[in-house]
C-alpha cells in the first residue's frame, strides 16, 4: 500500500519516534511548526478517526493522552490535540493520525479556528445537529 505512515513503520522511511507499542506508533511531526508537535498513529491502516473501530480508537487516544501528560510532565505548560478528518479539513495523510501540539505560555501559535464574523443560529442549529 503506497501510504507514507505505513512506509514509516515498517522503517522504510525514516522517523524520530518517540512511543511505540503493539498497536500504537508516534513519532515528532516534520512539520517546523511547533516545538515536539507530535503524530500519534495507529499500526493498522484506517483513514481517518471515523473509520477507527472502538478498540483502535481507544488504543489511539490512550497513547495521545500518556504521551500529552508525559510531556507536561516534562515541563511544558499546555497541550492541543487535534485530528483532521477528510480533504475539507485538512486532512492530507489518509491515514488516521492525531496532533499533539505542546505549548508554552506566550509561545503565540495559532491552532484554534477562529471566525469572529461568522453569526449562527444556534437554536436552528441544535435541531440540525442533535443526535436523538
Ligand atoms: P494532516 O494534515 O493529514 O492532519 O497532517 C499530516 C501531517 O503529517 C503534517 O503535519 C505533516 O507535516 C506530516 N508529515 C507529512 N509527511 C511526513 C513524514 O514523512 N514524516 C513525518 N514525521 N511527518 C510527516
Ligand atoms: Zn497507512
Redo the contacts with the bound molecule.
Keep these: 500500500m503506497d501510504c507514507?505512515f505505513c512506509k514509516?513503520m515498517k522503517g522504510e522511511?525514516p522517523?524520530y519516534k518517540i512511543y511505540e507499542d503493539e498497536h500504537v506508533f508516534a513519532?515528532?511531526?516534520?512539520?517546523a511548526d511547533v516545538e515536539g508537535h507530535t503524530?500519534v498513529l495507529p499500526k493498522k491502516h484506517v483513514l481517518d478517526m471515523n473509520e477507527a473501530d472502538e478498540q483502535t480508537f481507544a488504543q489511539v487516544m490512550n497513547a495521545t493522552k500518556r504521551i500529552s501528560a508525559h510531556y507536561i510532565s516534562l515541563g511544558y505548560d499546555g497541550i492541543n490535540v487535534l485530528t483532521?478528518c477528510k480533504a475539507s479539513a485538512?486532512?492530507?495523510?489518509m491515514h488516521w493520525?492525531v496532533?499533539i501540539f505542546p505549548r508554552r505560555n506566550g509561545d503565540e501559535a495559532k491552532i484554534k479556528v477562529l471566525h469572529p464574523d461568522k453569526q449562527f443560529n444556534l437554536e436552528e442549529l441544535t435541531k440540525k445537529l442533535r443526535i436523538d
Design positions: 507514507i514509516i522511511i522517523s513519532m515528532l511531526d516534520i512539520a503524530l483532521n485538512g486532512q492530507e495523510v493520525h496532533h
